[in-house]
T-cell receptor, first 113, second 113 residues
Framework: NAGVTQTPKFQVLKTGQSMTLQCAQDMNHNSMYWYRQDPGMGLRLIYYSASEGTTDKGEVPNGYNVSRLNKREFSLRLESAAPSQTSVYFC????????????FGPGTRLLVL | DQQVKQNSPSLSVQEGRISILNCDYT??????FLWYKKYPAEGPTFLISISSIKDKNEDGRFTVFLNKSAKHLSLHIVPSQPGDSAVYFC????????????FGAGTRLFVKA
């Protein structure tokens, strides 16, 4: 049981490049989330998917897109990376939905030059 | 506008003593509160939670207290151990439609041996 896995662990991009962060969970959870963590800001919700086939914006969605590929996988795409998107990105899942205990992946550290 | 505030960025405590981490919130609609613990290079992990219908929840060395009138909660760790050194995030949520879990900025706890 791996829980929540994320790839890659670390990535360096140049401004304007695109990339997709991958996330998968093996706990049969319905809901999945993408957060970013910046110093002094805590965790801020980018997008979430309450169930397979649905996605919704969180607090800071601009510059990102998501795909809930199936129940297990939830990807985050940066179409044109900007230095302001330098951050640590965490994927999380929960059994049913918002407000529940969430299980987090190990994070992806992204540096945009 | 930070709805969940952890005003102490860091806290240093001697091993065996009590650690008290504080959290304030502004939105009276929050009805569920959680604490997460995060080690470097790992994702946050759930520690303990409390519903707004309670004022205390205990799990081993960890106790969370909720003061709804003051919109304040605290996490007590007794006795503190060096392995407790980590960043602790307070989070709050409301189980009404469309509300997200809001995280505080975190408090870094150092437990000295």
């Amino acid at each position: 049981n791996a829980g929540v896995t994320q790839t890659p662990k670390f990535q360096v991009l140049k401004t304007g490049q695109s990339m997709t962060l991958q996330c998968a969970q093996d706990m049969n959870h319905n809901s999945m989330y993408w957060y970013r963590q910046d110093p002094g800001m805590g965790l801020r919700l980018i997008y979430y998917s309450a169930s397979e086939g649905t996605t919704d914006k969180g607090e800071v969605p601009n510059g990102y897109n998501v795909s809930r590929l199936n129940k297990r996988e939830f990807s985050l795409r940066l179409e044109s990376a900007a230095p302001s998107q330098t951050s640590v990105y965490f994927c999380a899942s929960s059994a049913r939905g918002l407000g529940e205990t969430q299980y987090f992946g190990p994070g992806t550290r992204l540096l945009v030059l | 506008d930070q709805q969940v505030k952890q005003n102490s960025p860091s806290l240093s405590v001697q091993e065996g003593r009590i650690s008290i981490l504080n959290c304030d919130y502004t939105n009276s609609m929050f009805d569920y509160f959680l604490w997460y613990k995060k080690y470097p290079a790992e994702g946050p992990t759930f520690l303990i939670s409390i519903s707004s219908i309670k004022d205390k929840n205990e799990d081993g060395r960890f106790t969370v207290f909720l003061n709804k009138s003051a919109k304040h909660l605290s996490l007590h760790i007794v006795p503190s151990q060096p392995g407790d050194s980590a960043v602790y995030f307070c989070a709050a949520s409301a189980n009404t439609g469309g509300f997200k879990t809001i995280f505080g900025a975190g408090t870094r706890l150092f437990v000295k041996a």
